[in-house]
């Protein structure tokens, strides 16, 4: 079935034929977005009841279910902010959230409660002049990272002035863009757009979100070329995913195409504790045994480092490493500055 327009209620996914049961997705359509593009409903085998890309992008009853340890901020954004649209974590970096909504949304998103219609929204003009102004004034800041949402949402326009903006700032080397956009919509990615990502005395990095090798269409690979032939650096980003790439053929095909277009593996995610995202969920220890599996199956070029970010805005540890210890579902993690927390994190959290 060809699908020409974005799919965004339960009557639009009847009508591509993608869901036949709606009952209760109505209630999960109210507390959290949908949306698919024409090129991931095209990618869906509507025959496959366990399709991997159907199962990240189309909602499910199971959204309803939240655990007791999961959390509406469940990596602490909103604990780092000291201005809207900046989360500033560690010192030579920050977040720059300039828009949260998204050309997709995915079922295990870690920002779930703050994306969508209903999520936070675009910075106003003032919100983006308190957020640019906070960057110039901290001298440490040496990265800044567009994430949101999808910044690439944004039109080459609003992207050029928020580079622009970047470029005056001496102590920024580094501007990085987080965007499922080259896979989800490829068509967003010409030469106008690849233009407006680069400024003046700035690098740009461009970290790539797919999550399993058929994302990699014909215009997706289009789109990434335009992309490295523009001189921005590839970078990908996945996440580990229960019934989507939770096996080793899977991960090493993924790790595979993402070098073959260009993109350096970087990091493979835990999982977030997001609310209704329990049955995406795997193991830390299956997680692991899957890393080293790969490490014995395709070239170092195509290893990614496996994550986990610690609950209570703590940070990224490397899971796959010492940072970790435990077993049985109880595990401490230790943080990039030497601080130990339990995981999953006890009632209250810390």
Not at 103 to 116: D, K, L, Q
Not at 261 to 290: C, M, W
Not at 324 to 337: E, K, N
Request: charged content about 25%; overall charge negative.
């Amino acid at each position: 079935m060809t699908q020409h327009r974005p799919i965004k209620t339960v009557g639009e996914l009847v009508e591509a034929g993608l869901v036949a049961d709606v009952a209760g997705l109505e209630a999960v359509a109210a507390k959290y977005a949908i949306g698919i593009t024409p090129a991931v409903a095209e990618l869906i085998d509507r025959e496959d009841p366990d399709d991997p890309i159907a199962r990240q992008f189309v909602p499910r009853v199971d959204e309803l279910v939240t655990a007791p340890e999961e959390r509406a901020d469940p990596i602490g954004d909103l604990a780092h902010s000291p201005v809207t649209g900046v989360v500033h974590r560690y010192p030579d970096r920050v977040l720059l959230k300039a828009v949260h909504v998204c050309p997709v949304y995915c079922r295990f998103c870690f920002r779930r409660e703050m994306v969508g219609p209903a999520g936070l929204g675009t910075l106003t003009g003032p919100e983006l002049d308190a957020a640019i102004g906070y960057i110039a004034d901290h001298h440490d800041i040496w990265e800044v990272i567009l994430t949101g949402g999808d910044p690439l949402v944004l039109s080459p326009r609003r992207l050029r002035e928020i580079m622009t903006r970047l470029a005056g700032i001496d102590h920024v080397k580094i501007v990085r863009f987080h965007t499922r956009v080259p896979v989800v919509e490829p068509e967003r990615v010409d030469d106008e757009m690849v233009a407006a990502l680069k400024a003046s005395g700035k690098t740009t990095y461009l970290a790539v979100h797919a999550n399993h090798p058929r994302e990699f269409t014909g215009a997706a690979r289009a789109a990434l070329a335009r992309l490295a032939d523009g001189g921005i650096v590839l970078i990908s980003q996945s996440v580990l995913l229960k019934g989507v790439n939770d096996d080793v053929e899977t991960l090493a095909s993924l790790m595979r195409t993402f070098v073959e277009n260009r993109v350096k593996p970087y990091y493979l995610h835990h999982p977030d504790l997001a609310p209704g995202t329990g049955h995406f969920r795997v193991s830390i220890e299956e997680g692991q045994r899957l890393v080293t599996a790969l490490r014995g199956r395709i070239s170092g070029l195509a290893q990614p480092t496996y994550v986990l970010d610690i609950p209570g805005g703590h940070g990224k540890a490397d899971i796959g490493a010492a940072s970790i210890a435990g077993g049985d579902g109880c595990f401490t993690v230790r943080d990039w500055q030497g601080g130990e927390h339990r995981y999953p994190p006890s009632g209250g959290g810390d």
